[in-house]
């Protein structure tokens, strides 16, 4: 089992910077990929960003250029710095870690911290 806490969301002004992070503890034997995801009310889930085990980054077209994924390797952790935040930012993020256990694979998912982007 591998559990992940999300911590940053909040409320925050049309422009304004907001630091989501995402801590991964239980039996991870090795992480690949970390990524954060986000839901808006009505819309699916989309990818906004992820990072793999050798720090190649890749963004949702919509962010590029605002948004910036990093993550601490030897604490199980990512990051999401999110700067010039816009009013169409708002949703529910979620954190999402992949890797393996053993033998096993695990694709192990937060529980979510909401962003409010006022205009």
């Known amino acids: 089992q591998v559990q992940l806490v999300e911590s940053g969301g909040g409320l925050v002004q049309a422009g304004g910077s907001l630091r989501l992070s995402c801590a991964a503890s239980?039996?991870?034997?090795?992480?690949?990929?970390m990524g954060w995801y986000r839901q808006a009310p009505g819309k699916q889930r989309e990818l906004v960003a992820f990072?793999?085990?050798?720090?190649?980054?890749n963004y949702t077209d919509s962010v590029k250029g605002r948004f910036t994924i990093s993550r601490d390797n030897a604490k199980n952790t990512v990051a999401l710095q999110m700067n010039s935040l816009k009013p169409e930012d708002a949703a529910s993020y979620y954190c999402?870690?992949?890797?393996?256990?053993?033998?096993?694979?695990?694709?192990?998912w937060g529980q979510g911290t909401q962003v409010t982007v006022s205009s």
């Open positions: 999402n870690v992949q890797g393996y256990w053993g033998f096993r694979t695990f694709s192990s």
């Open positions: 239980g039996r991870i034997g090795s992480i690949n990929n």
């Open positions: 990072i793999t085990s050798s720090g190649i980054t």
